[in-house]
């Protein structure tokens, strides 16, 4: 059965009538159709553009289809509606187009270097192995390879690169060879600006920008998903780090201190942000809401640039049309205007996910 909606459409900022035949959008009038929002505010369905459904709490991999499920309705049931799930050690491309559940854009497992990153997350691998692994990653994801930029290096006592620039350059360049986009975690100075000069598309979390690089990064487009809630994780880090390698928790702590002042320098810059929460691992899902608010209440975005950032400029980004002619029937709906006070997010009144109503549940 076809949907009509009616509410003030963002960003248009004007009161309208659309309509949801299956999974599509018309502005053409549906006669018969059943309304399902008579009021509010109604964006394109939420975004986490950087998020894990296939690590559990903890850290630990999934192990079943089922387990993946949960963590994508938690983030569903917030109102994300679009999910780009930034490395999997768990294969799962049969939920790309499960009905009840969100839009899934994939890398493959992270490729990183060996022993230096989170215990069975990613692919290790040595320099010589790299370009080889990330076109095999590209072929398991839809659309994205995860690199593993940087780590703590136990023999130098601080964060250093995967490998070296060539390598990493080249790992790039391998996945656009492969016909998708890398992205690349970053915490340090070094390893961002050897990724950002390599042309990578997306730069996750991203503490170690620099203002000559910010603004290389505007010029190439290149984006900036800094993941703030995770960041904000920085201490407990540090701490349990100090006793042997207390340059490397400095390290974290100055990261940790100056970022919002980073992130407010790359949206001042042009630089395409995206909302991001890191949820798998030490994050829980269904945060997008509190990221969205530390990009504003931190970083000082606008209300309505961190909702462009985490609806419509971010389903643009990962291809998953907003509401226009023809667009994907994913919407959140807010009883007050959440670019007048963006806590209203935290508690979208419906959701309607591939032109079904899946908040309030169905009877």
Same mark, same amino acid.
């Given at each position: 059965?076809?949907?009509?909606?009616?509410?003030?459409?963002?960003?248009?900022? @004007?009161?309208?009538?659309?309509?949801?035949?299956?999974?599509?959008?018309?502005?053409?009038?549906?006669?018969?159709? @059943?309304?399902?929002?008579?009021?509010?505010?109604?964006?394109?369905?939420?975004?986490?553009?950087?998020?894990?459904?296939?690590?559990?709490?903890?850290?630990?991999?999934?192990?079943?289809?089922?387990? =993946?499920?949960?963590?994508?309705?938690?983030?569903? +049931?917030?109102?994300?509606?679009?999910?780009?799930?930034?490395?999997? %050690? *768990?294969?799962?491309?049969?939920?790309?187009?499960?009905?009840?559940? %969100?839009?899934? $854009?994939?890398?493959?497992?992270?490729?990183?270097?060996?022993?230096?990153?989170?215990?069975?997350?990613?692919?290790? !691998?040595?320099?010589?192995?790299? $370009?080889?692994?990330?076109?095999?990653?590209?072929?398991?994801?839809?659309?994205?390879?995860?690199?593993?930029?940087?780590?703590?290096?136990?023999?130098?006592?601080?964060?250093?690169?995967?490998?070296? =620039? +060539?390598?990493?350059?080249?790992?790039?360049? &391998? $996945?656009?060879?492969?016909?998708?986009?890398?992205?690349?975690?970053?915490?340090? @100075?070094?390893?961002?600006?050897?990724?950002?000069?390599?042309?990578?598309?997306?730069?996750?979390?991203?503490?170690?920008?620099?203002?000559?690089?910010?603004?290389?990064? =505007?010029?190439?487009?290149? &984006?900036?998903?800094?993941?703030?809630?995770?960041?904000?994780?920085?201490?407990?880090?540090?701490?349990?780090? /100090?006793?042997?390698? %207390?340059? *490397?928790?400095?390290?974290?702590?100055?990261?940790?201190?100056?970022? %919002?002042?980073? !992130?407010?320098?790359?949206?001042?810059?042009?630089?395409?942000?995206?909302?991001?929460?890191? &949820?798998?691992?030490?994050?829980?899902?269904?945060?997008?809401?509190?990221?969205?608010?530390?990009?504003?209440?931190?970083?000082?975005?606008?209300?309505?640039?961190?909702? &462009?950032?985490?609806?419509?400029?971010?389903?643009?980004?990962?291809?998953?049309?907003?509401?226009? @002619?023809?667009?994907? $029937?994913?919407?959140?709906? *807010?009883?007050?205007?959440?670019?007048?006070?963006?806590?209203? !997010?935290? =508690?979208?009144? /419906?959701?309607?996910?591939?032109?079904?109503?899946?908040?309030?549940?169905?009877?």
């Amino acid at each position: 059965m076809a949907l009509h909606v009616r509410g003030v459409l963002l960003p248009d900022d @004007e009161v309208r009538d659309i309509w949801l035949v299956g999974d599509r959008v018309t502005f053409e009038p549906v006669p018969g159709a @059943e309304t399902v929002v008579d009021g509010g505010f109604v964006l394109p369905g939420l975004t986490d553009a950087h998020c894990h459904i296939g690590i559990a709490r903890g850290g630990a991999p999934i192990t079943t289809l089922d387990q =993946a499920r949960e963590l994508a309705r938690t983030d569903r +049931d917030a109102g994300v509606l679009a999910i780009r799930d930034a490395g999997s %050690p *768990y294969p799962y491309p049969e939920l790309d187009d499960e009905p009840d559940l %969100p839009r899934l $854009a994939r890398a493959g497992r992270h490729v990183a270097p060996p022993k230096r990153y989170l215990r069975d997350i990613g692919v290790e !691998v040595g320099a010589a192995e790299v $370009a080889a692994t990330v076109a095999a990653q590209a072929a398991a994801g839809n659309g994205w390879v995860k690199l593993v930029g940087d780590w703590i290096d136990r023999g130098v006592g601080d964060l250093a690169p995967a490998w070296d =620039a +060539d390598t990493l350059t080249a790992a790039v360049a &391998a $996945a656009h060879a492969a016909g998708v986009r890398a992205a690349v975690h970053t915490f340090s @100075e070094s390893a961002v600006e050897i990724m950002v000069r390599a042309g990578v598309d997306s730069v996750e979390h991203g503490t170690g920008l620099s203002l000559d690089l910010i603004d290389l990064m =505007a010029r190439q487009g290149t &984006a900036l998903v800094p993941t703030m809630i995770n960041i904000r994780t920085f201490g407990h880090i540090a701490d349990q780090a /100090r006793a042997k390698f %207390p340059e *490397y928790a400095d390290h974290m702590i100055a990261l940790r201190d100056r970022f %919002p002042e980073v !992130v407010r320098a790359a949206h001042e810059a042009g630089v395409p942000i995206y909302v991001g929460t890191d &949820a798998g691992g030490g994050i829980d899902h269904g945060l997008a809401a509190e990221e969205m608010l530390l990009l504003h209440e931190q970083a000082g975005m606008s209300a309505e640039d961190v909702l &462009a950032a985490a609806s419509w400029r971010a389903r643009e980004w990962l291809g998953f049309p907003g509401l226009v @002619e023809g667009g994907l $029937a994913d919407l959140t709906v *807010y009883p007050e205007d959440p670019r007048r006070d963006l806590r209203v !997010v935290r =508690a979208p009144s /419906r959701i309607v996910l591939r032109g079904r109503v899946v908040l309030p549940s169905p009877r």
